[in-house]
Nanobody, 119 residues
Framework: QVQLVESGGGLVQAGGSLRLSCAAS????????MGWYRQAQGNQRELVAVITSGGSTNYVDSVKGRFTISRDNAKNTVYLQMNSMKPEDTAVYYC?????????????WGQGTQVTVSS
């Protein structure tokens, strides 16, 4: 019912920047929180950054000072600005949303977008 569409992934050199976008659509709903996860090849998925509808944010230590998560609640869209990128940032990045549908809360995932940082 709720669709999360990601964009902005690609190939970038170390030290460069990318901005990921994730737009939620599909009906009338309220997003409690949105975040970005990433999963490197052969590794577990980890939470990179999260933002609540009220604007509070949290980041994994490895990206603090380099990545910034933001949101436009009116557009149900979350962004991840990634600066000073490192090869260690290479992963598939997944958008996630906690969505309130009626009186129930659901967890939705985007399709994933590949981010590759070359040295």
């Amino acid at each position: 019912q709720v669709q999360l569409v990601e964009s902005g992934g690609g190939l970038v050199q170390a030290g460069g920047s990318l901005r990921l976008s994730c737009a939620a659509s599909g009906g009338s709903f309220s997003i409690n929180a949105m975040g970005w996860y990433r999963q490197a090849q052969g590794n577990q998925r980890e939470l990179v950054a999260v933002i609540t509808s009220g604007g509070s944010t949290n980041y994994v230590d490895s990206v603090k000072g380099r990545f910034t998560i933001s949101r436009d609640n009116a557009k149900n869209t979350v962004y991840l600005q990634m600066n000073s990128m490192k090869p260690e940032d290479t992963a598939v990045y997944y958008c996630n949303a906690l969505v309130l549908l009626g009186v129930s809360l659901y967890n939705y995932w985007g399709q994933g977008t590949q981010v590759t940082v070359s040295s």
